[in-house]
Nanobody, 122 residues
Framework: QVQLVESGGGLVQAGGSLRLSCTASGITFRSYAMAWFRQGLGKEREFVAA????????YYSGSVRGRFTISRDSAKNKVYLQMNSLKPEDTAVYYC???????????????WGQGTQVTVSS
């Protein structure tokens, strides 16, 4: 059974930082591209960042580039999202996603986590 479990969300003031973690089980982690998406209240889910499966490129949305960093630890089956200089507009539920051997910036991922809430106060 495949599971993606996010953690690390919470309430932070604008300008602060949070680090999200996603632990994967039931997949061959090294063969999956990993990504973070988010969905604000009343909004569509949007791409945030992705890390290639083969140690290749990373991609970021324009709204987070330079502030967020995605990384992965294949030994621990984890992917991380370091979020700095947070803004109120970053408030959303953040989802971890996995896709077999192909990085993407669209919603076409094979597996999804349940999400973790990030709230940024002004």
């Amino acid at each position: 059974q495949v599971q993606l479990v996010e953690s690390g969300g919470g309430l932070v003031q604008a300008g602060g930082s949070l680090r999200l973690s996603c632990t994967a089980s039931g997949i061959t982690f090294r063969s999956y591209a990993m990504a973070w998406f988010r969905q604000g209240l009343g909004k569509e889910r949007e791409f945030v960042a992705a890390h290639d499966w083969s140690g290749g490129p990373t991609y970021y949305s324009g709204s987070v580039r330079g502030r967020f960093t995605i990384s992965r630890d294949s030994a621990k089956n984890k992917v991380y999202l370091q979020m700095n200089s947070l803004k109120p507009e970053d408030t959303a539920v953040y989802y971890c996603a996995a896709r077999w051997r192909e990085i993407a910036t669209t919603n076409d991922y094979d597996y999804w986590g349940q999400g973790t809430q990030v709230t940024v106060s002004s």
